[in-house]
């Protein structure tokens, strides 16, 4: 269980859980949330840098946008910053039961087009629980492909 706060960005540390004794899922700081100065949030930027590229047992970043704010300049930076680490990236709409569904496909298609992704954002509430079995099937599958991309390393 992780404990949530009221205010966003109160994540200072790398958080790890293990998922179904198979996975680590990483909480990362909010930086582009966090009320911190902003020395701290660009040491916490180059750091997020560092980690993304050189971490290899990453299989990818899920990325959270609160969908009723949009692609921020951090958003759109860390977007930038997966593309050059060739990381898979998941980005995903959060807070859908705060806007309607016309609200709600419109800024899935603008984010769509303004970070070039194949596929339109999900939208999910955690409150309704809405995109919930998509966004877990999401993570699944990115898990098993970077498994299956491993297992052909080690046989290469």
């Known amino acids: 269980m992780a404990r949530v706060a009221k205010a966003p ?50 299989a990818g970043v899920v990325s959270l946008v609160d969908i009723r704010h949009g692609l921020t300049a951090r958003d759109r930076d860390l977007q930038d910053l ?9 980005l995903v709409l959060t807070k859908a039961d705060k806007v ?6 419109q800024m899935q298609h603008s984010v769509q087009r303004e970070l070039g992704l194949h596929i339109p954002p999900m939208a999910v509430s955690v409150r309704t629980g809405e995109g919930r079995r ?20 080690q046989d290469a």
């Open 9 to 58: 960005g109160k994540t200072r540390t790398l958080n790890f859980f293990l998922i179904n004794r198979s996975f680590y899922f990483v909480d990362l700081p909010g930086y582009g949330y966090a009320k911190v100065g902003r020395q701290l949030r660009e040491e916490w930027g180059r750091e997020l840098g560092q980690y993304l590229a050189s971490e290899s047992r990453l």
């Open 82 to 90: 997966l593309l050059t680490t060739g990381l898979e990236r998941l």
């Open 100 to 105: 309607g569904r016309g609200k709600r496909a």
């Open 134 to 153: 998509e966004l877990l099937k999401s993570i699944d599958d990115m898990v098993s492909r970077w498994r299956e991309q491993q297992r052909r390393d």
